[in-house]
């Protein structure tokens, strides 16, 4: 009897241990997901989903790291609203609601300034394409000066070949000039194995290869993942769903807020979903956004997304 107790004893303990060492794999790990069920049925070698985690305390993220020190990101939001750039955002009145926020996040070129009725005025982090950055830097003061940057977080997301930083990125090379000419600009990229990550997302989600597919990941993309690590809860403004185009009497709108008269949102959506190579899978990626909305703390608003 005296063995069997000792034992059991043991077994005890050393699955004390191995509970312990999984926790501290979850908790430290920069991945926040478990593996489940994929969004379009696909069979993979293990069943992936995101799934919502217990909150934890604030961390610094070593996927984003400063210009040029190479510090990594330190942000933590109880409650962020992802502005769109979408038309929808036009006569909506949101922008108080936005501001009441504990952050706001906008993305690329996306201006506050003569729309603050409908998008808010506050920006505390805005997410940009490499593509997006030259945009930025014909405003410097707009976007980069003393007054506009002291409050903001800039993460920039960009292919290596742009992101580089050995001299040969045209775009990184750009953020160092910005950085000496702004030192007060807080600007944070994206690192390589981040953009692999959120490539390796995208597969798990869908199936598909990004690049043998010929698809370009979109910046609300890049939005959302980091916002699922940063931020305790997440409000969503103006952005469409994947149903949104087919519905009867949908809300034509300008594909961006603040192009009057530009391209249509939903001919842009058809446009890119459909190309053979190039395109923004802006419909596939709302479907997936549908899906984490049901494991994290993700509403959206105008228009509301019905989630069953």
Same mark, same amino acid.
């Not at 005890?12 to 489940?36: F, T």
């Not at 945009?135 to 707009?142: M, T």
């Not at 469409?240 to 192009?259: A, F």
């Given at each position: ?11 005890? $303990?050393?699955?004390? *241990? ?21 969004? @379009?049925?696909?069979? @993979?070698?293990?069943?992936?989903? +995101? +799934? ?34 979408? =038309? ?9 609601? $936005?501001?009441?926020?504990? !952050? ?23 997410? *940009? ?37 050995? =001299? ?33 997302? @995208? ?7 990004? $690049? ?9 993309? +890049? ?21 949104? !185009? ?5 809300? &034509? ?28 899978? @802006?419909?596939?990626?709302?479907? *997936?956004?549908? &899906? ?5 703390? $993700? &509403?959206? +608003? ?7």
């Amino acid at each position: 009897m005296a063995w069997m107790c000792k034992r059991r004893a043991v077994i005890a $303990i050393s699955l004390g *241990v191995a509970v312990s060492l999984l926790v501290v794999v979850v908790n430290y790990s920069e991945k926040p997901y478990v593996l489940l069920q994929p969004v @379009f049925g696909q069979t @993979f070698s293990s069943h992936w989903m +995101f +799934f919502r985690q217990p909150h934890r305390d604030f961390k610094p993220h070593t996927g984003y790291v400063s210009v040029p020190k190479q510090e990594p990101l330190k942000l933590h939001c109880e409650l962020c609203s992802i502005v769109s750039s979408s =038309g929808q955002m036009l006569g909506q009145g949101a922008g108080p609601s $936005i501001d009441r926020s504990s !952050c706001v996040w906008r993305m690329n070129n996306a201006p506050a300034r003569g729309f603050e009725r409908d998008v808010g005025q506050r920006t505390s982090l805005r997410v *940009v394409s490499h593509t997006s950055v030259p945009l930025l830097l014909k405003r410097p003061q707009q976007f980069l000066g003393a007054a506009a940057a002291n409050d903001t977080v800039y993460v920039v997301w960009g292919p290596l070949r742009n992101m580089r930083r050995d =001299g040969k990125g045209v775009v990184y090379n750009m953020l160092q000039q910005a950085a000496v000419q702004h030192p007060q600009a807080r600007i944070y990229v994206t690192t390589e194995e981040r953009m692999n990550y959120c490539d390796m997302v @995208f597969k798990k989600e869908t199936g598909k290869d990004r $690049i043998q597919s010929g698809s370009y990941l979109s910046t609300g993309w +890049f939005t959302l993942i980091l916002a699922m690590d940063m931020c305790k809860e997440i409000h969503v403004y103006g952005m469409i769903n994947d149903t949104y !185009c087919r519905s009867d009497g949908y809300r &034509k709108v300008p594909y961006h807020y603040y192009e009057a008269g530009s391209r249509d949102e939903c001919a842009e959506y058809v446009l890119h979903e459909s190309a053979p190579y190039g395109g923004h899978r @802006f419909i596939t990626e709302k479907t *997936v956004f549908a &899906k984490w909305a049901k494991t994290h703390a $993700i &509403k959206f +608003f105008n228009p509301t997304w019905p989630l069953s």
